[in-house]
């Protein structure tokens, strides 16, 4: 009605990554991520078994910057929290944690467990 229409993108799209380029066997993107090689604009997770999993994922890819006590949590529980300060969640810097050493990270996670049996360590 308007000439606007529906932009298909490709999976390929270095801007908008998501499972396609995480789970890549050789890793390429990612290891191109933290190389500082790309700079996407999303990182997409919905293909993610659950909510624990995303997160875990984002700290270990080192995309995480929300303070621990401030998951899950409603703005009046926080404390230091006000409407015009978000410095009792956020952290300038990414708060990381090794998980999983078969997944990409940002750190290499050699000491931590496969979450798929019979992947090698994403830092080989």
Not at 42 to 63: A, D, V
Request: glycine share 6%; proline share 7%; charged share 25%.
């Amino acid at each position: 009605m308007y000439g606007l229409r529906a932009k298909v993108i490709s999976k390929l799209d270095p801007e908008l990554p998501g499972g396609y380029h995480y789970n890549q066997k050789s890793g390429a993107y990612m290891r191109d991520l933290f190389a500082g090689k790309v700079d996407p604009v999303i990182f997409h997770m919905s293909w993610t078994l659950s909510k624990n999993n995303k997160l875990k994922y984002l700290r270990q890819m080192g995309e995480w910057y929300v303070q621990d006590t401030c998951i899950q949590q409603e703005a009046n529980q926080i404390s230091g929290f006000t409407e015009n300060s978000f410095q009792a969640c956020c952290s300038a810097e990414p708060l990381i944690s090794c998980y999983y050493r078969d997944k990409p990270s940002k750190i290499p996670c050699r000491d931590s467990p496969p979450i798929d049996k019979g992947r090698p360590s994403f830092w080989k």
